[in-house]
């Protein structure tokens, strides 16, 4: 049988509501991580990976930084055969601007039209981990399902913020139920403590996909693929499950072979920015047979500059990025992100600084996240006192991460 064509959607409209203030300006997919990375170069990154080469990315929700990034990174560099910007759905008028992924996956049938694939597969791209979709595509193709979802194990206690899936005790690569963000999921039979969810990732028959999103372009539904269009096609009995566990990805370690991280709220994304650091790294950006593109900044070198007993200009354990001067600084369990400048006698703990930030002499950032272009003044400090940051108006998140928003500027007196 002749290949099928394959065309990739990406789901990049998403709010981001519970990363604020990482997102008040930028959609969930722009959100910086790792220092140079934006977080949907891991989904775009596993689709190119896996040779498919004609993608479509569905943006919505304050789309400005994110169709700048793709079109520096991903379209210049012509990576990938049809990048295609849809007009965005905020261009719609009325109460109806914001609906869900699977509106915008029906506003944009034309495209689907146009390329005519066999096989739609359509991501999330919110998350970190490495994927080969053309392992899913087999299996999808290998089981006859109409729709075949991914799945892992997570934790129960997550269960309400994902899509649950029971799989077929008689056949568990067919998907029996399918519940969406449930409040009293059940544990698995073999570990009580977790349960299946879909990661998002999903493979269609095209004829299928466009009659799913046609038809409940008519309902009154949320047009949510993951609430209204999953549920649907395993109703039908139509809906196979690729375990994740199954996906091998070339250069994978035994740490992060089963790595995937959903960075929904400012722990999950702190916790995940400092799984790339370690020594071993939980998940490792060093794997150059499944390397995460990025776009390309022009930037100098990272620079370490005085180091002397009294005043050292150090980093360890951490990740600094091109364009980064640490001068006189010491660095600890943190990711720099490009830009960043690091004055004399100041002191950076496990923390995560966005691009640009410039922390002054003798300043202490903390168990912080420091949005881009943020400035902390000389002898200030952040993440040291959860009261003074949470008086200060600051986000502290429950497990004691400050969060600064964009371009604020924080003095010693700044309370
Ligand atoms: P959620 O992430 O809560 O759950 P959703 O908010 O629809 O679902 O986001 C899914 C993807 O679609 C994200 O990449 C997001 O950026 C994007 N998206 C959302 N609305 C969009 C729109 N209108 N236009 C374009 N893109 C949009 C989903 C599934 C669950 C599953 C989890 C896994 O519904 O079943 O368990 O993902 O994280």
Redesign the pocket.
Known sequence: MAAPRVLAV???????KRLMPLTAER???AVPFGGIYRLIDF?LSNIVNSHYLHVVV????KSHSLDRHIAKTWDMSRMLGNYVAPVP?QQRMGKNW????A??IYQSLNLLADERPDIVVV?????VYRMDFSQMVKAHIDSGARLTVAGIRQPISLAD????IEADPDDPRRIKA?R??PTDAVGLADSPDEVL????NYVFDADALVEAVRSDALEDSR?????DI?PAFVERGEAALYDFIENDVPGSNDRDRDYWR?V?SIDAYYEANRDLISVVPVFNLYNDEWPVFTGYTGLPPAKFVHASPERIGLAVDSIISPGVVVSGSEVHGSVISPGGRLNSWSRVTDSVLLDDVIVQRRAQVNRAILDKNVVVEEGASIGLNRELDLARGFTVTPSGITVVPKGMRIGVDSV
Do not use: I, N, R, W
């Open positions: 990406v789901l990049a409209g998403g709010e981001g959609a969930k997919p989904a569905l943006t919505q929700y759905a914001y609906l869900g992924s509106d915008a991501v999330g791209a919110d998350h913020q994902f899509g649950v399918f969406e963000k969810v879909s990661m998002g047009h949510d693929m993951g609430g999953v959903d929904g």
